[in-house]
């Protein structure tokens, strides 16, 4: 179902007493300044999950992601997190396909195909990032790259299990560099995103999906760039550690 969401991306920050108290003041000032307009999601650390959810629990506006999950379903990975575990410790979301797990972990389009299928199947809506280098962009190659993107991991999907996904693009050099892509930018790649979708799953389910813009987005550029008709929010890293600049992000909308 297509909704406005800002999801915070965590990645490796804070210790479970920060992480806490982040969510304690997201929570607090989200109740109090907050429309239900918004979808607002937490990308928290494995860690975290648990103590987090309960935070939580009767709050229906705020929900909980993992930042990534096994493609197997159990057995000896030593290390890793299954999907099934995410679930039982009420995760709703997982970020699959960062850009940083991409180029540290050397996750491939074929890796994340088995990632999105195991997080489906376990119940958990997959927050599907893309996004093309500046190498790529400076090529003029980036609209063709990122629907490779989707294709590879996403399209061996039912239109029924794609229509359950959420879509981030992420231009890798805005990320965490404070150089955001324009909105016209990110409304020109969003909307090349969603004819790629409709070419493939049709006119409905393309209408129906959330596609979030990540990259540099902060309190002071987040309302310009989500006013392009074919962005639903965005997946922010930086300004989601902090409360005041995430809740504006998300007063946004
Ligand atoms: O997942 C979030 C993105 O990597 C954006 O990070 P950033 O807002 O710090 O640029």
Not at 195 to 202: E, L, N, R, T, V
């Amino acid at each position: 179902m297509r909704r406005n969401i800002v999801a915070g991306n965590w990645k490796m920050n804070n210790d479970l007493q920060e992480g806490l108290k982040l969510t304690s003041e997201i929570l607090n000032m989200v109740q109090d300044e907050v429309n239900d307009n918004v979808h607002v999601i937490l990308g928290v650390p494995f860690v975290h999950l648990s103590s987090v959810s309960k935070l939580l629990e009767g709050i229906d506006n705020i929900f909980l992601s993992a930042q990534n999950c096994n493609e197997h379903e159990s057995g000896a990975y030593t290390g890793e997190i299954s999907a099934a575990m995410l679930k039982s410790v009420n995760a709703d979301y997982v970020i699959l396909g960062h850009s940083e797990r991409r180029e540290y972990f050397h996750e491939t389009s074929q890796l994340l195909a088995k990632k999105v299928d195991i997080a489906l199947a376990n119940g958990l809506t997959p927050i599907f990032c893309c996004g093309e280098s500046l190498e790529i962009r400076e090529a003029d190659t980036q609209f063709e790259f990122v629907c490779q993107q989707l294709t590879e991991s996403l399209f061996h999907l039912s239109p029924e299990e794609f229509g359950k996904i959420v879509i981030a693009y992420e231009p890798i050099w805005a990320i965490g560099t404070g150089k955001t892509a324009t909105a016209d930018q990110a409304q020109e790649m969003h909307e090349i995103l969603r004819k790629h979708i409709a070419g493939k799953f049709g006119e409905e389910i393309a209408d129906n999906l959330s596609i979030l813009y990540g990259g540099s987005c902060k309190p002071g550029n987040a309302k310009e760039i989500f006013s392009g008709k074919d962005v639903d929010g965005g997946l922010i890293g930086g300004a989601s550690l902090k409360s005041r600049d995430f809740v504006d992000i998300i007063k946004s909308f």
